[in-house]
């Protein structure tokens, strides 16, 4: 059965810290999606990005990073020089679907705060 | 603003009705998701529609059914609600099946009495 594990319920960090997002995953198949998503204190639900699992390079998009480990069975995210604009609650999700994002499970979120 | 719009934005009903909850997709998009987040379960897929066709079925109750029109629309239907089903009812549109880039609507805050 699928399952991802946000370790993390609460992280705080003073602005312009680094700050690392875990994520672990469990899946027995050898094809599915991983995901990040951002939901800030407007309630509203950002796609962050979608990552096969044919695919292991890191990804760089700005101040994210994210760092797909098939050994330890992680994609972790993380924010450099973090601002509080980033405040957020961030979601991972597997989905195990052939073509990509459905029958999506989600973690149940890591709340980031950025302090000032 | 993501392009994706969902009707309303807030709805109070009672025990035992029945609601539909709207959303229009970017423009472009064939595929339209919706999502559950409540206190309890947390976020959860519920159904994926792509160009008129249901494409995936996720935890989706059976008192809940949805459809997507040939204007892309779609809507969920939720019916003899009950104080669980209170929840932010979420849509998202993606221009192809797979969902590489999801544009997420506002939610629909679902209040039951």
């Given at each position: 059965a699928q399952k991802v594990t946000q370790a993390q319920t609460e992280i705080s960090v003073v602005e312009k810290e680094d700050v690392t997002l875990d994520c672990v995953y469990e899946t027995r198949d050898t094809t599915y999606y991983l995901f990040w998503y951002k939901q800030p204190p407007s309630g509203e639900l950002v796609f962050l990005i979608r990552r096969n699992s044919f695919d292991e390079q890191n990804e760089i998009s700005g101040r994210y990073s994210w760092n797909f480990q098939k050994s330890t069975s992680s994609f972790n995210f993380t924010i450099t020089a973090s601002q509080v604009v980033d405040s957020a609650v961030y979601f991972c999700a597997l989905s195990e679907?052939?073509?990509?994002?459905?029958n999506l499970f989600f973690g149940t979120g890591t709340r980031l705060t950025v302090i000032p | 603003d993501s392009g994706v719009t969902q009707t309303p934005k807030h709805l109070i009903t009672a025990t035992g009705q029945r609601v539909t909850l709207r959303c229009s997709p970017r423009s472009g998009d064939l595929s339209v998701y919706w999502y559950q987040q409540s206190l309890d379960q947390g976020l959860q897929f519920l159904i994926q529609y792509y160009n008129g066709e249901e494409r995936a079925k996720g935890n989706i109750l059976e008192r809940f059914s949805a459809q997507q029109f040939p204007d892309l629309h779609s809507e969920l239907n939720l019916s003899s609600l009950e104080l669980g089903d209170s929840a932010l009812y979420f849509c998202a549109s993606s221009v192809?099946?797979?969902?590489e880039t999801q544009y997420f609507g506002p939610g629909t805050r679902l209040l039951v009495l």
């Open positions: 679907d052939q073509t990509g994002a459905n | 192809d099946v797979g969902g």
